[in-house]
């Protein structure tokens, strides 16, 4: 690292750089790098390979018209055994027979239209077993040519003209016929032109690109020679040089620059900066004449910046006068702002680890005064998510930031990140440069694309081109010093000038080349040892040490050694000593002689060793490795230190360069900047489009090419087109290079295609990311890898064929079998355990055995094969990982658990014979001890069963027993059970629980820990199901539950298996069997209704012309509409109509109204609407609130869960809407409210919600009211049903009462308006990560599928939303268009705008984006909906969370969902969409009368894209809920008299749908038979321990009676208890924790606590890392309690209280949260209140009474009671009190001015609180007692108590002031009486 501070490797003068002949040399490829732990070592060795550049241009027109048209296939060719011919060539060994049924099973595979092309690809390929790509590729193209021609050659006759008549209705069936027609001659033009005519008509979407494009040799285009291209064909050497001949070398001596003089009155003095700046220069009293160059431009400017200066000239302190500049926007009054701070992040990219540890300890020392925290991020050390955000400046290297916005995607990677350094930017002429280019485009666009500012800066030494490196980094290159960003520094700005020499070796000979190089480089360090430090830079880590012993050798053989070793007796004393720590035997020899070597090759304790004592000068002579010629620059320019340029220091340092004759000029063009640093990045071509696809960034050949000239090599083609193979006629035709970049482009994007790592649609120029390309990007692997993988994967491969195939892997194609290393080798493969299959000569032989001499831990004795050995070992984790997603991927269950237990393997260095104990690597675990183990060889199953005597007799060590126990109960090990249900008869759902059985230990676990949970079906060869679990420390001795829907095939398997495997850990593997046997499947029993092809009837078949003119603008009803209208509207039996969402039903239950209307002939009657939820229940009350209210004169009322406002609302009502838990609270008490069985109607809506958490009150609802129905004599009840396609719609209708030809069971494709479903799979691992990469192509289906018409997207969190909302935004701004979304003028649109009052909203509307979410206020709401309407169509986008789907009133054209899950903050998971939901959200998609088709956008996690398929294009399969749920409804029906016995309890269940669909899936309910004796028994089972329950509740009681027959009975009575549970329609649980938890000394703070852990709570929404929020909560609450778990809805319902009654504010989610938690409370308060009340205790029941007050009025008892007023704070009340205002009254009786003054409010304010103060209650009571003159002890007291109180007319019970209470509240009064 360059800098004027010091340092280890600063410190030098003289710098002997050692290069050898390519013979030599090894190979290392530094590219490449562990996703994990990637290798971007500082000190790589790289061979160059010296072959010529050789430049290929465009191709011919003709050769790219038949690569263009590779896959095309001519109809005419395809007969009726096409296909088998085709398939017959795959294996010449199958049957004629064999190859017929092979063909038509795929003929039948290419027929399904269900099925889209990726899924029908995917299929061939598992029929063809991964092989055969490019006739399974030919097939997909023509997949409709193949399946009609086909069928038309088989057919004859009529049969074809059928076919024919069905293949003209196609879309692409004219184009397919016109082929077949017409004569096609090959070479002919007007045969291309239909060619390419076709190929236009079959493909879907636009053409991206009209350019053709050629396909270009990338290999020869590249320059292979790496980082010693030679592109400077003279060089001219200074002034002063010197040429001396030597021997078998020949030297040149360039003499030193001249220095400038420093006129220190230009310095910036360090006092001239702010006060705080000048903490981060402590020592210093200027900046030197570069840094006060620029430090204009660096702290005082935020534009791009180059600054080229030599090494060792201060650019360091140049980085950080840009850093300070970004704290300087956080520094408020001369202090740092802790919370701007926050969100500053600084990325500093170095090129090497030891430069990264070097600088984050370098600005760590001088920036921890800010208070800023600066982290490594390299394969060394890994960040965790959490370390990130938290870290201020982050320090890495370029792969490893590669890396990073490759995997998180750029927004979630470039975050907050303020400014971008990028040290050495020189390195863009390496080998690695195309990381760098990579990198840089990548933040520039994104920069570009937000129009968020991040700065970048560039940081390099001298070089000729630096105007072309500016270019590339945005940087203003300008005469105006206000304005430039580009500085370049010559050499005489070294603050130490430099003498270079040259030696060029002449002598051929390698031995006396060997010989000659080694007395050169003696005699060089011999002249100057003793005096200074000397660092010696060689090509490769073995030649550190040969070297550095060549040397030493010598000098004790010429008794020379001791200028080496000073008489220092200290130092000779700390070299031994640390000698000793040494852990490479080769340094540990060398330290003691004063001779050092450090080279990536040494562990990382060694490499700091090294640094620090050759920093303190104990060292004399280092030796070191170079990364590649570029770094020469680097080394070179560390000779001479400034630090001792005064006082007789270094005045003049010394670098020395020995290399061969050859290579003479290229290194006197490079130090002398006369060597222009070109671009590499040709050479990465493939990879780096490949990962910039995957991100999404780049998503056809158009955007690639604009991606391309984002690099620097675009800029580097422009100034040197010859160069890189652009001829001077192609440059002339087209200066932009468009068609290069578009040839370039197309060159790569076929590579990765055939690699299949992209599908790459040549004509359209479209590309779509495949699941080996995302792992071939995730890994940071080659593209020449992911092909060998590809290729080579069977599943039938065992550990010898991975290790093998491990080999094969391009990141080790460079690894050579050098001569010496041959005997070893050979050794090796004699004690590794598994066979290798090459000879010791075959480089594969050598990867595989070095892999496994690791695993063994084996001592190598060559020092080249160690080095080889880290270099394989560094890549080996990556690469297995990547194996095994392949694997996973392709659902081979044994290789996977193969591959992952190899990779395992490699990462643990253990074999599966070793002990697993040896996995912790813990002291207590002595080597001796762990042997004996093995020789045991007992099963590790065996050993958790043992007991520390056990144990000890096993060890024979009485020390060890009790740690070998604790470390065996240490290795994971989880509990599994499961269950199966099926659903359908081809679809079993699995619960699984997962229990941990070990001891966490957050040394060895972390804080979590991951798992694979596998699911293979009975061969235990196909995987069926895949997906991560992860296992969380604080959740470690819970429960957790997972979920799966799975296939059944028939015949019905016998079992599955399921597997959790950790992993990380060997030997941590659970299986479990699923056995089948025994499992009943439900019968095929659906059917649907057809759709007739009716005449659509007019509106007028309803007769009333005031009915008519309810529906204005509708003509005719719908099909389905006209198809049940007779059976609606025209007789009285009950209906039941299942279409999908969207098709009308809310139209048809308005029919059954007017019906209901039409019957009464004006008699009053009523009709109940019932809807699952209140949202929806809303909806529909807005809109008949006006249709049948306004316009017919009906009594439209919605029910609010208050009893007796219900009541109230139930006698005037004609048309009542209500939730089903509303209306199953006010009909429970039907006995005695004649208003319930005199109903007319009964409309459920939604009974697909069966199967949801609503499910089981809707299914009593109904069942009740069938009941009625059936009890009450002359009831005239009729029930319509409302719900979506049903699988079991005839179960449902039976259920209703349902007469057959009123079952309406529609198809979910009979819809009005069409829907197109398409499913996407993201197979992302993390929600965060995969939901981020939802975004963009969310927009882009947006974009090019709505085209103009309105879009619905839907989001798995109110969080979310704002993110896709901010990304919508960022991407509208990016493109050239950027108000597309926006459908009216700016001007038009302005006024709403102003009316908004969320600031993201405003923004977003002005762009045509809209969104929702629950903390909006109406006001916003309102205009959103107003201005997305299809009548006004201002904007076409809203987007909003999966919540709001009921909510919404509105429809669109296309719906978008981003994800089908949502966090379950009750199991700590992810958990899947409720089916209804979905369904529901997907309704939204095609609007009736303005659309003819909809379009739903669905993006999944993959493993759940199957089983949405299932769900999304078949009939919903609903099952009852109730036997969960059934115990508080047998509560309510006993006390109130429903069931009186045993049997009435299972006589009630029969009229519910429970009891109908307990014969036909007996096995879903856990019922095991399907005769009448397994219904009653299951039926009784279920009536006793529900009753038991309650009995155990104390809700009822179980009395004997006897009969009129004299015979003895059991009756259920209702207790107190029960009654209050039921009259107040909460849980018997609660009323049982309620019961138990109160005493007579129960405090306020207490009964927060029983109220917040009853049961209805634990429905509370836990979000995502919410606990950590729930926390801080706690400790501004002031509540200590400990032990709290803030994962608990029940704390969090606790918290929420405590945070209401301290009037606290926090985030609007919260708030949102408070809001439906308060009125759940009053009710619980009422029960508290009567349950207290039954114990007859004075104080808490007061107590509680006060806590109803405290949560309407939001205080706490202590409180001023002013605080009661609107408007009215704590400090205002605490003013008042001052003042003797005290009370509400003392206010009302002060002067008018006097409370003006006091108040100091305004006028509306005022108001707000003279009408608060009239309404507050003035009580005047009194009592009398009767006769309260005969009173004895032990009698009744009658008591009157008379309270009066003034009222309003118009409102004779007023209504409660309360401004934090979120719902309207009347006043109610309790009267105590109690004896003190």
Known sequence: ??????????????????????????????????????????????????????????????????????????????????????????????????????????????????????????????????????????????????????????????????????????????????????????????????????????????????????????????????????????????????????????????????????????????????QWAQLGFEGMDYLNPIQSTVYNATFERDDNLLICAPTGAGKTNVAMLTMLREVSKCVEDGEIDEDLLADMKIVYVAPMKALVQEVVGNFSNRLKKFGIKVSELTGDAQLTKAEMTSSHIIVTTPEKWDIVTRKTGEKAGMQHVKLVIIDEIHLLHDTRGPVLEAIIARTIRLIEATQERTRIVGLSATLPNYEDVATTLRVNKSSDPTQNGLFHFDASYRPVPLQQQYIGLTEKKP??????????????????????????????????????????????????????????????????????????????????????????GLCREDRTTVEALFGAGHLQVLMSTELSSLDVMQMIGRAGRPQYAKGGGDEVGEGIIITGQSELQFYLSLLNQQLPIESHFINKLVDQLNAEIVMGT???????????????????????????????????????????????????????????????????????????????????LTAGTMTKFNEHLKPTMHELDIFRLFSMADEFKYMSVREEEKMELGKLLDQVPIPVKETKENPLAKVNVLLQAYISQLKLEGFALMSDMVYITQSAGRVMRAMFEIVLKRGWAELADKVLGVAKMVEKRMWLSHSPLRQFKSKMLEEAVLDRLERKNLPWERYYNLTTQDIATIVDNPRS???????????????????????????????????????????????????????????????????????????????????????????????????????????????????????????????????????????????????????????????????????????????????????????????????MFTEAQGQRVRGVYVAPTQDQVAVTYEHWKEKFGEKLGKAVVMLTGDTAVDLNLLERGEVILSTAKCWDKLSRRWHKRRNISTIRLLVTDDLHMLSTIEGPTMEIVVSRMRHIAASVKDSKIRIVGLAHSLLHARDVGLWLGCPTQAQFNFHPSSRPVPIEIQLRGFDQPGFSTRTVSMYKPAYLAVKHQAEDKPVIIFTPSKRITYDIVVELLTLCQGEIKPKQFLHCSTDEIQPHIELVKDKLLRKALSYGIGFYDDGMVRSDKAIVSALFDAAIGAIQVVVAPYTMAYKLDISAFMVVMVGTQYYDGKEYRHADYNMADTLQMIGKAGRQQHDDHGIAYVMCHTPKKEYLKKVLYDPYPVESHLDGFIIDHLN???????????????????????????????????????????????????????IKSLQDAGCITIEEQQTEQGEKREVLEGANLGMIAAYYYIQYTSIEIFASSIKESTKIRELIEILSSATEFEEVLIRHHEDARLEKMSMHCGIKQANLQFNSPHTKASLLLHAHFSRRSFAPELMEDLKMLLPQTIPLIYALVDVIGSNRWLTPILSCMELSQMIVQGMWDRDSPLLQLPYFTPQLAKKCQANGIESVFDLLEMDDDARVKLLGMGQKQLSAVAMACNSYPNIEMSHEVEDADDLHQGEQVVVHVTLVRELNDEDPVPKVVHPLYPQEKKEAWWVVVGDK
């Open 511 to 600: 031995l006396k080349r060997r010989a000659i190089m080694n007395d050169i480089v003696y005699n060089k360090v011999m002249s100057r040892a003793g005096e200074s430090q000397i660092l010696v830079f060689v090509h490769s880590r073995k030649d550190t040490v040969a070297t550095a012993k060549a040397i030493r050798d010598k000098a004790l053989e010429n008794e020379e050694l001791g200028k080496f070793l000073q008489q220092d007796g200290a130092r000779r004393e700390i070299l031994e000593e640390e000698s000793e720590r040494i852990k490479d035997n080769n340094l540990k020899d060398l330290l003691r002689y004063g001779f050092g070597v450090h080279h990536a």
């Open 698 to 780: 780049v998503q056809n050949t158009r955007e690639a090419s604009t991606w391309l000239a984002y690099t620097y090599l675009y800029v580097r083609m422009l100034r040197k087109p010859g160069v890189y193979g652009v001829s001077r006629e192609e440059m002339e035709d087209d200066p932009k290079l468009e068609q290069r970049r578009a040839d370039l482009i197309h060159t790569a994007a076929t590579q990765l295609d055939k690699a299949n790592l992209i599908k790459y649609d040549r004509k359209a120029g479209i590309f779509e990311a495949t699941d080996l390309g995302r792992v071939c990007s995730h890994y940071y």
């Open 1532 to 1586: 309510a029906e006993i006390v109130y008299k429903t069931i009186e016995a045993k049997q009435d309890a299972v006589d009630y269940m029969t009229w519910t749908f429970l009891y109908r669909r307990l014969r036909q899936n007996p096995n879903y309910y856990k019922m095991y038979g399907v005769s009448h004796e397994h219904m009653s028994e299951y039926l009784s089972e279920l009536a006793e321990n529900s």
């Open 961 to 1155: 027993p009790k740690h070998i126990y604790k470390f065996i109960h240490m290795i994971p090990k989880l509990d599994l059970q499961a269950s199966a249900q099926p659903v359908t008869r081809s679809m079993v759902r699995i619960e699984l629980v997962i229990t941990a059985d070990f001891q966490w230990d957050k040394k060895y676990h972390g804080t979590a820990e991951a798992f694979h949970v596998i699911i293979e079906d009975p061969d235990g060869e196909r995987i069926l199901h895949h997906e991560p679990f992860i296992l969380k420390d604080r959740y470690v001795s819970e429960e957790h539950y997972l979920y799966f829907h799975l296939p059944m095939f028939e015949p019905k398997p016998p079992q599955y298996f399921i597997k959790v495997v950790s992993d990380r850990w060997m030997w941590s593997e659970s299986v479990l069997p699923i056995s089948f046997r025994a499992l009943i499947l439900p019968e095929k029993s659906y059917s649907h209704t057809e759709l007739l092809d009716l005449k659509p009837l007019s509106i007028t078949a309803l007769g009333d012309p005031t009915y008519q003119a309810l529906y204005p603008n509708i003509k005719t009803l719908n099909p389905i509409q006209t198809q049940v209208f007779n059976a609606v509207y025209r007789s009285n039996d009950n209906v039941l109509v299942c279409a999908p969402v969207g098709s009308g039903k809310t139209m048809i239950a308005e029919m059954a109204f007017l019906a």
């Open 1 to 274: 690292m360059e800098d004027d501070e010091g340092g280890a490797a600063r410190i030098e003068e003289h710098g002997v750089s050692v290069v050898f002949e390519d013979d030599e040399e090894e190979e290392e490829d530094a590219y490449m790098k562990h996703a994990y732990d990637e290798n971007e070592d500082d000190d790589e060795e790289g061979v160059e390979l010296q072959t010529n550049v050789v430049l290929q241009g465009a191709q011919q027109d003709e050769e790219d018209d038949e690569t263009q048209q590779a896959d095309f296939l001519d109809a005419k060719k395809i007969d009726a055994y096409w296909l088998q011919r085709e398939i017959g060539q795959i294996d010449e060994n199958e049957t004629p027979h064999e190859t017929q049924q092979r063909a038509d099973a795929i003929l039948d595979l290419l027929s399904d239209e269900s099925k889209p092309d990726d899924t029908a690809e995917t299929e061939m390929m598992l029929q063809f077993n991964y092989q055969k790509f490019d006739l399974i590729k030919k097939c997909i193209k023509n997949r409709w040519k193949i399946v009609w021609c086909t069928k038309m050659m088989r057919a004859k006759g009529e049969d074809r003209s059928n076919i024919v008549e069905q293949l003209q209705a196609k879309d692409y069936g004219q184009a397919i016929l016109a082929e077949l027609e017409r004569e096609v001659r090959k070479g002919d033009k007007e045969a291309k032109e239909f060619r390419q005519k076709l190929l236009e008509q079959q493909k879907q979407g636009k053409r991206i690109d009209d350019k053709s494009k050629n396909m270009l040799d990338l290999k020869e285009l590249s320059f292979e020679h790496g980082a010693q291209t030679m592109t400077n064909t003279r060089c001219e050497l200074p002034k002063g040089t010197t040429r001396v001949q030597g021997k078998g070398y020949e030297e040149i001596h360039i003499p030193a620059t001249k220095k400038n003089e420093v006129d220190v009155s230009k310095l910036i003095k360090i006092k001239s900066l702010p």
